[in-house]
């Protein structure tokens, strides 16, 4: 089934799931990130 | 608590082909409100003049514009029975009836726990500890209690909007000195004549509501004299920047001259008769999503008392209302343009 083909309410909630997954994944990101840069040069031969 | 949401039949018509987007959740987080944060602790950030790198200070910014969306969603919560019963604040999510009232409390309650977190993970938890004050303080002591409970409601509630200068500055440097805190006291003071300056054009709709706003409890002639008591406060405290080696000489130039408009504008609200009467006209559309139109004209004339045109009186509200958002977005912009040039601040003898 397209997602043209779903009712106004699953269209509604799949845009709210991927809203809610793409935040998920960048708070992962940042706070991988994050620890990296506070971690500073002590990481970067670990790679 | 019992909740309550107050639909029109029209209104109830659409709720059977409108779905909750993202947007309406991000709706929950008061944009608007989040984008004062930012800036004011972004300036708190800057102004301590400490070197952070620039990831960490964007991490921290982040995470206060979080903060404040998280206590507006618990604000939203709580207050979608008062929201649904005035103006500008029926079409909000939860009265609309697109969020039901337990996901807005449960996004307030898991943005604030990821904000106040990240900050102290991140960044230091002298910071994480000012915006987590911050948030219950809105949320539970201005929401839940002060707001329906006292017509100092926003004078108190008022530190809550304050603070986040000075969490942007403990962000940058771990603590948090007197001039951190001379710029949530400019804001604590800036609040009350700013929301009575509002309050006095639509106190009809906060009375409606139950919400003991100043002029509701005390009356217009009351509050008007206490717009003009506050801001007779407020400008030596936003000229105060410069003896403390805070603000340079562009600060000055900015709090003193707009000081002096303020004031003007102050006074002609204590001169007039704004908020004898409701205004014919609705609040601000822009700043305030107002839906629907005001009564006729005429129903008003009819309670006016013959002194001067009522129309008149609430315009000068208005222009202080107006005014006391640029002045303090002026000042703001002044101490971030001395910090981002390193112009030298100003340590004038008193």
Known sequence: ?????????????GGRNIALGLGLAAFVILVFVVTVVKLGGNVGPHF | MARTTVLTPDEEATQEVRHARWQDYFQLMKPRVMSLVVFTALTGLLAARTPIHPLLGAVAVFCIAVGAGASGALNMWYDA????KMRRTRGRPVPAGLV???EAATLGVVLSILSVMLMGVAINWLAAGL?????????VVYTMWLKRWTAQNIVIGGLAGALPPAIGWAAATGHAPLNAWLMVLIIFLWTPPHF???????????????VPMLPVVKGARETRKQVLLYSLILIPVCVAPVFTGLGGWLYLAVSGLGGLVFLTLAWRVFTSNAGDAADPRPADRDLYEVKDEAPAPATIDARSEGKKPLV???KNARN????????????????LAE???NLPALELPL
């Open chain 2, 81 to 84: 029975d008062i929201d649904a």
């Open chain 2, 131 to 139: 915006l987590a004050f911050t948030i219950v303080f809105y949320a």
């Open chain 2, 339 to 341: 910090a981002v040039l």
């Open chain 1, 1 to 13: 089934m397209s997602r043209k083909d779903l009712d106004p309410a699953a269209k509604a909630r």
């Open chain 2, 196 to 210: 009575w300056a509002l309050s006095l054009y639509i106190a009809t709709d906060y009375a409606k509501a139950g």
């Open chain 2, 312 to 314: 008149g009186g609430a």
């Open chain 2, 100 to 102: 039901k009232g337990e």
């Open chain 2, 320 to 335: 202080l209302f107006a005014f006391s958002i640029l002045y303090l977005f002026a000042l703001f912009a002044a101490l």
